[in-house]
């Protein structure tokens, strides 16, 4: 990635009050990618899954709004979603479901409502000051996070004690990804970002993704953010993905899993630096 890759990029388009100002919650994940397409949310469902098989009670929360797919990809047909709680009828609370194959709860989104994406901000706060306040009865909440770098994926993870921030290797994935750590970094966000590579074909080819992106955030804005992980690619996850079953169900032992497990206790180490940190909350 080079400095004419990074300046094509707008991504000025925030003000920094957009995150300064939102208290941050202690066991709180936000899940999030430059752009579409790199394997967000198959990796939001199975680390919600691993956490899960940690023993902690864990919720995913679908928070991209208007392309909802965990419940797709699970093969769930929810019977109550965000839109009750976005339209008024019901409370965060009432439309949770608990996906008995994972051991872990699911607030599921509405595809296909472009109304979701654009919500009055005085919504999108309430929604999300709902959101801060179910999370007392989890271990971990998990925030699936709409691709790019918009309104609603600033507030949610300017909530969010840690971003994940999943890329690939192609280009797009990789400047959008800075994109994304740039408009964090206006915002007062950018320590919180930590990156997971997904889909390397070889941990040397990992290192070498995360590094490409690491010198990109040193030298134009003088920031390092961390390494989360790894995800290997792996044939496995797309068989998962096809058959609407968890990976850690259909293939345990793959080395996708592996990765994401260790992922899973990287979070749970982040979830209890942040508890000494600010306080249990």
Known sequence: ????QVKRRPVSNSSPSEGGGIQEVSNMIAIASGKGGVGKTFFSVTLAHA?????KKVLLFDGDLG???VDVQLGLMPKRDLNDVIRGRLSLDKVTQHYDEGNFDIIAGRSGQASLSALPSQ???YLRDQLTDICSQYDVVLIDLGAGVDRTVRMLSAAATQTLLISTDEPTSLTDA???IKLGNAAGVSKKVSVVVNQATTPAEGQKTYKTLLKACENFLRITPPLAGMIRLDPRVKDSIRHQ?????RSPNS??????EKIARYVGKIIVQARRKLGKR
Not at 51 to 55: C, K, R, S, T, Y
């Open 245 to 249: 079953t968890p990976l850690l169900v």
């Open 123 to 125: 919504r999108l706060a």
């Open 255 to 260: 080395e996708a899993a592996e990765d994401i």
């Open 1 to 4: 990635m080079n400095e004419d």
């Open 67 to 69: 392309l909802a797919n």
């Open 178 to 180: 800075y994109a994304f």
């Open 51 to 55: 956490l899960a098989n940690e023993g």
